[in-house]
């Protein structure tokens, strides 16, 4: 039913229907036939390109020109589509590369494909939602207005507006509401009136002026209700796909190819403990002077200070220490031992506390999510508040104790200006790899810091022999560059799928079902 | 009148009398069945119980009003916590298949600690409270209120003071019980402005322009903040609390401070000296920004709140009319009418309700008591109604009841709507 042999000619007409606007709401799932080389070549490029999204996403503020310039690049070297206007003369000068409208094909088909791959669990749905969503913005927000009203209206979006007598009323709120915004901006601008709960973004930021329930969002903010449509309606698309799955998943020639597309996204997985056991509780002392990242050498002293760690301090370093080997048995003895120092008595340690730990390894509840956290995390979400000693030191230090604190870790005067700045540039991973590169004596990490077991494994790796250093070494890119290169290998089944690449792939649109 | 009769020891004594004659059972059903417009809301709630010794039982629920009464004075909790609403019975929840037990709703909720201002309390620390370190809470739920209100235009709240040293609101409209976990964390988020742990010196800092929910939660600060922090915490009075204050602001302004506060005294006026030198120095920066008096107010004054117990749908928090096992005090709804009166030490104990009975239960008559429940449960209500009317408890409970009519007129104004819609068609 699925591949049936019928064939689908797409006129050029559908194809302007389809491709008519450089950005998609993707509504439509493709109609034609495609091949499977095709198939698995635009599925990897858009993978490169979400990881992409992902790895920047960490690294640089969402609104820099760095971001949007790194973005771009990628986005050119992938070949998918960023100019506004289809086929302009420019583009059939260098005829070199895909047409505009070869790469608004790419961008709709890997879009589906991904779909595929990536509604299976809720884990990876999250995953590609987060990731399209970014991209979404990120290509929305590059739009000239002109193209940003063509694009609502080709999508039938439309949102309610104020009337200019409320807006009126409401001026002086509307204006100390947005920055930069006078009388007569707020004049010209439209607002729209949308539930607070379709602009979280704005509201937890405090962005957006908020009465009676309703978020009074400017036309320069409409981003963000269209990507909250966004959101919404890819998030029920991926439900509706995961229903059709089965009849995916009993395909033999796409089975392999999506769980291996799935697979790619996670980057290494540091909950897998690979060291399991290896570090001893005595060690840790000197392990967290030497090899552990400043949130959790913080963390650490702060527990051994205080025999105690609030909740988030306790998630956050207790993940961390699972992931760098302890064992269930090992932590169990490891906090006990440091509260019981403290006001905890054992038996209230054993009552109230010893059955969170024994969830961070999985051995009590059901949920899963209890991987070590990453940079990002660390760095965006559950900020420290009163009593709390978690959170990335230099997101959420001020930066004279920040200050004071290398220096009494005995780093140059040269170096700590150096993480000072970087700080001040709101590169906060790139901070604490200059810190990494400091205490390490080198002059280049070679790798790109997002998880603060990662920043161990590499602090170990130094530390422990050189052998393997010197291979890690030839993998020149620093920082950013590399964001591509961490792209999913390429799949096991190639080899033997390119013999079959005229095979027709049938009409992908049947695994979308209509709703 | 006084609470030093309250002995933790004559807990297990005192609550079975408590949950049999004077727990408000009727309203407290009412309220979790949300006027039974969906199916099982009740029923499938999470209770929480911890008993003697820190036993914590956690996923239990009820299916009627009747087995909540029975069990809990069966356990006589020392605590009651509620959870949240899910998609099956709490206590059926290892016989469901995994993945399917899901946390579907519950009120938005808010914590406020007073252990959370520590750092900018000088009358007491950690557990304590006293009347003057109290105006931080009247602060807060003055901001939270309004702010819930007018902002997200919530309208039943409920406040409750935690029986120890802090407050809590359960935000029960319909719309706040259905939000997601990002939706609460956005709300929580906006609600936030003192933000930054034990390595953050200044916590609060202001960019222009100032959103219009930070202007009117200042004009809240701004009402209570030189009684509060100026005469009674003696802000710019000693040394050490001086240094504080000032270590917040920049150099220039703090060494000018430094140099006034030498000769004047008067914490009053040396408030007024540093209005004047940040006025000042605001009117010559032409960047905007410079709000160092106003942070200082939000960072001595504005609530502090605990998010995380906001974000999650399955997060924990003691119920109201549980009764705190420290002080022996219940957990009493707070008339924001009178709040400036609210006084915690008045809040009644339950020794001093138990007291208030005419006399205590004999065994023979306790155990009559579970006769006549058994029997007619009509006569043993009333008896109840009677009971608790004769104690201090019974005018927190008629608050309630008003909170409880308040949802219900909303609730069937709601319906009228819908109906009238249908009729439309
Ligand atoms: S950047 Fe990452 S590893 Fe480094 S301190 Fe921050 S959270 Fe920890
Ligand atoms: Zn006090």
């Known amino acids: ?515 | 009148m006084s609470t030093s009769d309250y002995d933790s020891a004559c807990l297990p004594d005192l609550l079975p009398l408590y949950y049999r004659r004077l727990f408000p059972y009727s309203q407290y059903y009412r309220w979790l069945s949300y006027g039974g417009v969906s199916k099982n809301y009740f029923q499938n709630r999470e209770f929480s119980f911890t008993l003697k010794d820190d036993i914590y039982v956690r996923y239990q629920s009820f299916s009627t009003q009747n087995d909540l009464e029975k069990e809990m004075q069966k356990m006589n909790p020392y605590k009651i916590d509620i959870g949240a609403v899910y998609s099956h019975r709490p206590s059926q929840h290892n016989t469901v298949k995994s993945g399917t037990f899901q946390a579907l709703e519950k009120e938005l909720v808010f914590d406020i600690d007073m252990t959370d201002y520590d750092d900018v309390r000088s009358c007491c620390s950690a557990a304590d409270i006293c009347s003057k370190c109290w105006t931080l809470m009247t602060i807060a739920i003055r901001i939270l209120d309004r702010a819930l209100r007018e902002d997200f235009g919530f309208q039943h709240l409920l406040w409750v003071y935690s029986g120890r040293r802090g407050v809590h609101c359960w935000v029960c409209d319909e719309a706040a019980r259905k939000l997601s976990v990002a939706a609460r964390s956005a709300v929580a988020e906006y609600l936030s402005l003192v933000k930054g742990g034990e390595e953050t010196v200044k916590k609060v800092v202001l960019s222009d322009p100032i959103h219009p929910f930070i202007s009117q939660s200042l004009v809240v600060v701004e009402h209570y903040f030189l009684q509060y922090a100026i005469v009674g915490q003696d802000l710019l009075g000693s040394k050490a609390s001086v240094d504080k204050v000032l270590s917040l602001l920049p150099e220039d302004i703090l060494h000018e401070l430094l140099n006034t506060y030498q000769t004047e005294k008067n914490p009053m006026k040396r408030w007024e000296h540093l209005r004047t030198a940040v006025h000042q120095k605001r009117t010559t920066i032409k960047k905007g920004g410079q709000y160092f008096d106003k942070e200082i107010m939000l960072q001595y004054c504005y609530p502090r709140l605990d998010v995380n117990v906001s974000k999650g749908v399955n997060h924990l928090l003691k119920s109201p009319f549980s009764v705190h096992p420290k002080t022996g005090r219940i957990s009493v709804p707070i008339d924001l009418k009178t709040l400036d009166k609210f006084d915690p030490f008045k809040v009644p104990t339950i020794s001093l309700i138990c007291e208030e009975l005419d006399k205590p239960l004999t065994a023979e008559e306790a155990e009559e008591e579970v006769k006549d429940k058994e029997n007619e449960t009509e006569s043993g209500e009333r008896r109840k109604l009677r009971d608790y009317k004769q104690t201090s408890l019974a005018k927190y409970v008629k608050l309630f009841d008003q909170f409880l009519d308040a949802m219900a007129r909303s609730r069937k104004g709601e319906m009228l709507k819908k109906s009238d819609l249908q009729k439309e068609f």
């Open chain 1, 1 to 515: 039913m699925l591949f049936s042999g019928r064939k689908k000619k797409v006129t050029l007409n559908q194809q302007n229907e389809l491709y008519g606007h450089c950005l998609q709401f993707y509504c439509q799932p493709p109609l034609e036939n495609i091949s499977l080389t095709e198939f698995e070549a635009f599925a990897v490029d858009r993978l490169k390109l979400l990881k992409a999204v992902e790895n920047l996403g960490v690294s640089y503020v969402k609104t820099t020109e760095q971001y949007k310039k790194k973005l771009y690049a990628e986005f050119s070297s992938l070949g998918f589509p960023h100019r506004e206007e289809a086929d302009d003369s420019s583009s059939s000068k260098n005829q070199t590369g895909p047409t505009e409208c070869e790469k608004r094909r790419k961008d709709h088909i890997s879009h589906f494909i991904l779909r595929l791959a990536y509604c299976q669990t809720e884990d990876l749905r999250r995953w590609f939602i987060q990731q399209e969503m970014d991209l979404f913005r990120y290509r929305f927000n590059e739009l000239h207005s002109k193209y940003k009203t063509e694009f609502l209206h080709k999508n039938n979006l439309k949102y309610d507006t104020i009337s200019p007598d409320e807006k009126d009323n409401l001026k002086e709120q509307l204006i100390s509401s947005s920055f930069g915004f006078s009388g007569t901006t707020v004049a010209e601008q439209d607002f729209y009136k949308v539930p607070f709960q379709d602009a979280l973004d704005l509201v937890r930021t405090r962005k957006v002026y908020l009465k009676g329930g309703y978020a009074y969002i400017p036309h320069q903010d409409i981003v963000t209700i269209v990507l909250n449509d966004f959101r919404t309606r890819l998030s029920k698309a991926l439900a509706l796909t995961a229903r059709s799955l089965p009849a995916v998943q009993s395909d033999e020639r796409l089975q392999p190819l999506l769980n291996h597309l799935s697979h790619a996204y996670v980057g290494q997985d540091y909950s897998i403990q690979k060291n399991i056991g290896k570090v001893s509780l005595e060690q840790i002392d000197p392990l967290s002077a030497k090899s552990f990242p400043l949130c959790m050498r913080q963390l650490h002293k702060a527990l051994r200070e205080n025999h105690h760690l609030r909740h988030g301090g306790r998630m956050q370093y207790g993940l961390f220490l699972k992931g760098i080997g302890l064992t269930l048995d090992q932590a169990l003895q490891f906090w006990r031992s440091e509260f019981i120092k403290g006001k905890v008595d054992a038996d209230k340690f054993d009552k109230a506390y010893a059955y969170s730990i024994r969830h961070m390894f999985g051995k009590e509840g059901k949920r899963t999510d209890y991987t070590p956290y990453s940079c990002m995390k660390v760095i965006l979400s559950n900020p420290p508040s009163q009593g709390d000693f978690h959170g990335c030191p230099f997101r959420h230090a001020d930066p004279e104790l920040l200050k004071q604190k290398l220096q009494s870790y005995k780093l140059s005067p040269g170096g700590i200006m150096q993480i000072l700045d970087l700080v001040k540039g709101m590169h906060y991973q790139l901070a604490c790899q200059k810190y990494f590169e400091l205490t390490h004596n080198i002059d280049d990490a070679g790798f790109s810091l997002n998880h603060p077991n990662q920043y161990f494994m590499e602090s170990q790796k130094l530390l422990g022999g050189g052998k393997e250093v010197k291979k890690e070494a030839e993998i020149p890119q620093k920082g950013q560059e590399n964001t591509s290169s961490n792209d999913p290998s390429v799949p096991p089944s190639r080899q033997h799928n390119t013999t079959q690449a005229v095979d027709d792939m049938g009409d992908l649109d049947s695994y979308f079902l209509d709703e």
